[in-house]
Every structure is written in C-alpha cells, then in structure tokens.
C-alpha cells in the first residue's frame, strides 16, 4: 500500500442500516470516502431488529436450541445487509462486493455463539482494495474448526470491524453508531456531559466493561491488544469539522497520544447487576474456592466481592452477578450447600453499578474520597466497593442511578461550560 493512500474500516451498526434509506445515507458516507481517495472496507451489522427477531425463532422453536444450527440462523442478519449495502454502492457507481465471514476467512474457536477470533487472512480483501474495490463484510461471523459457520456474540460485529483493521492494517477503523462520540457519561442523564476528542484504549475498555455501551468490551480489548485506532462517529450528523478545533467524533487511541490527562475520564454506570449475599459460611481454608469454584464451572461471571468475618467463626461474602445469571447463581449455589454449610441466601437485583475512570487516577489521589464523600453528601449508601490501578466502582441502590451520576459528575468537575 502506497503511504499516500489512507486505509481505513467503516463500520456500521444495526441503527445505521435499520431501513433501505438508511442503507442509502451509509452508501453515500462510504462513496465520500472513496471519492477522497481511501482504500475503505465496510462491516455492517444486520438491520435494527432482526438479530433479536431471529434469536427468538429460534428459542421459541426450542429454548434448548442446537447452538450450531442458531450461528446458522442469527448470521442471515449481517449477511442481508452486505448484500443490500453492495447493491447501494454499485448504485452510486461505486465497485463493491458482499463478503461474508467464511469467505475471508475469518476464523474462531468452536465456541458457537460466543466464538473468539482465532486468525484472519486479509490477503484476498486487501487485493480487492487496491483493484478499487470496496469490500462489504458481514460481521459478527465467522467460520469455525469445524467449517461451521459461528457468530462473536452480541456485538460482535464492532470486535470483527477491529480484528478486520488489523488484519488489513488499516490507519483507523470508525465505527459509527447512533451518538456521535464517547462522552464523559450519558448525556441522556447529565445534558452537561461532555464529549471526549480522545481516550485511551484503558479508559475505554474499563468504561466499557462497567456499563458504557458505546463500544463492545472485545473490541476495546483487541484494539488495544493490536494496536488499532478507533474512531466513533455519528451515522446521522457529520459534525463539526476537524478544522474547527474538535474531531468529528472520538478518538480511542494510546495513552501518549494524549498530552494532558484529566483526573477522571467519565462515569459509566450499568443496571445489569445482582447482589448475592451468602451469610453464616464457615471461616475455613477454601471457603471461598467452595463458593465461586461451582459458578465459574457454570459461567457464572462473578464481578464485585466483599468479605467481613465475624467473631462467632463464620463469614460473610456479598458479591454481584449478571441479572441474567442471577437465577442460574442461586440454583448452583443451593445444589452446593452441602460444602458451604450457609445459613442464608439474600438477593437483590434492584441495584446499580456506578463507576468513575481514568487514567489520570494514577497520579492523582483522593479520588475515590471524593466519590465516597459525594454519595454521602446525598444520603447514598454504598453498599460494595471495587477498585483497579484506573477505575472505582461501588454498588448502590438503583433509585439513586441519576442523582449519583449527576452528583460525580458535577464533582469531578466534568461538566461542560
């Protein structure tokens, strides 16, 4: 590729493709970019709606579904849509071709539903870029060990869109959703909330793992892991244009890309959480083991932990799940009372997880007192803590959710002018 010829991934999501005058509005983003004189390669989601559609096919077929023949069923999504994307491309006199995952090949683990990307090969897209070609692939699919088609999981189309950067060594990958950048936390609930020209890929990830739905965690991870930068834009405005002082959206980049980092990043927050609190547990050696060994043997994902012992031998742990793990948790943590020995269970879904990022934490202290102190300043009881090198999450009562945020917003001094 001639260092004067900048190769970039398009990507769109289910909300920028979700009518045929929307797949038009894509076509004319893409036909710009060739115009400029890019090499581009699209991936596309399928159309708003029908992933969720197709998954309940096939669950109200059979709720214990043949999780090879549902990667069958939910890849059609992705695959109309590079197909429809094409045809609007060769429409506007643009040279394109649908691609789908097992024809690049894009190739995973035999984890259906849930695949991992194993390798890419970008020989044959890369070859097609340079005839003037723009390549238009399905994502969220690829082909597995086995030549059966698999899919990444949801949002997996965003973690193919990145690994396809990579693979094609691409200058950058945009990724354009419904909202046009990553902002310092929703601005749904704090209409002051600011929206960031970069972030690092931690900040990123951290925020995206808490709660931030902007980008999917995969992705977050790969684009960091490999190196790739990632631009999010809106699909429905340009914005204002870079000459004006801000990018068009924002920039997931390296932390040196970045000159002067604020103490905090942005507050994420995520209603997905359970509490589970095993009470009266024996205070033994491998107490612990006995509890969380069974839930991870059934992909419970365990996130925040406390545990207080108390003066009578026996201790307490409290701990979050997913909301749609919290069923599945106490029937395993029931069929095990045998080695725990608790005397009770207590769950709690209506929680919330609220999270304050940044790299910034590093060098700068107080700043999870100044969380703890905010809370309190309003009367929210805190009632689980977590923490990382960048990252402090506490659990609180979900009635709080946007007076919380609202608060560590203000008081981090977030807020925009």
Request: aromatic share 4%; charged share 25%.
């Amino acid at each position: 590729m001639s260092p004067t010829v900048p190769r970039i991934v398009m990507k769109f999501g289910g909300t920028s493709v979700a009518d045929l005058d929307r797949i038009r509005a894509v076509a004319e983003k893409v036909r710009k970019q060739v115009e400029a004189g890019c090499e581009v390669a699209v991936v596309v989601s399928a159309m708003s709606g029908v992933t969720n559609r197709l998954v309940g096919y096939c669950r109200d077929l059979s709720p214990q579904h043949d999780e090879r023949e549902y990667d069958t069923v939910v890849a059609t999504g992705e695959q109309v849509t590079s197909g429809l994307l094409a045809i609007a491309l060769q429409n506007l006199g643009v040279n394109a071709r649908s691609w789908l995952g097992w024809q690049i090949p894009l190739r995973t683990d035999d984890a259906h539903g849930k695949a991992r990307i194993a390798s890419i090969d970008g020989a044959n897209l890369i070859s097609s870029m340079q005839a003037g070609q723009v390549p238009v692939v399905a994502g969220f699919q690829g082909i597995g060990p086995d030549g059966r088609i698999t899919t990444l999981g949801r949002g997996g189309s965003d973690t193919s869109a990145v690994a396809l950067a990579a693979a094609l060594k691409a200058d950058r990958c945009d990724i354009y959703t419904d909202v046009d950048g990553i902002y310092t936390t929703d601005p749904r609930i704090v209409t002051k909330a600011r929206k960031l020209d970069k972030i690092t890929y931690e900040e990123m990830l951290e925020l995206a793992s808490v709660g931030a739905k902007v980008l999917q965690t995969r992705s977050v991870e790969l684009a960091m892991k490999e190196r790739v930068r990632v631009q999010v834009l809106s699909s429905f405005t340009d914005g204002p244009a870079p000459s004006e002082g801000h990018l068009p959206g924002s920039l997931v980049v390296d932390e040196d890309e970045i000159v002067e980092q604020e103490q905090v990043a942005g507050i994420a927050y995520s209603r997905d959480e359970a509490k589970i609190s095993v009470r009266q547990l024996p205070d033994r050696p491998g107490i612990a083991a006995a509890v969380f060994g069974p839930l991870a043997d059934a992909n419970v994902n365990v996130d925040m932990i406390v545990q207080s012992t108390g003066d009578d031998g026996t201790t307490n742990m409290t701990f979050t799940v997913g909301k749609t793990d919290l069923t599945r948790a106490i029937s395993v943590l029931e069929a095990n009372h045998g080695a725990t020995r608790y005397t009770e269970l207590q769950t709690d879904d209506d929680v919330v997880k609220i999270s304050v990022v940044g790299v910034g934490m590093r060098s700068h202290a107080g700043v999870a007192s100044t969380m703890f102190r905010t809370l309190a300043e309003r009367n929210i009881n805190v009632q689980v803590i977590s923490t990382s090198e960048i990252k402090v999450s506490v659990l609180i009562a979900s009635e709080y959710t946007e007076l919380a945020v609202r608060a560590l917003h203000t008081a981090y001094g977030l807020d925009a002018a």
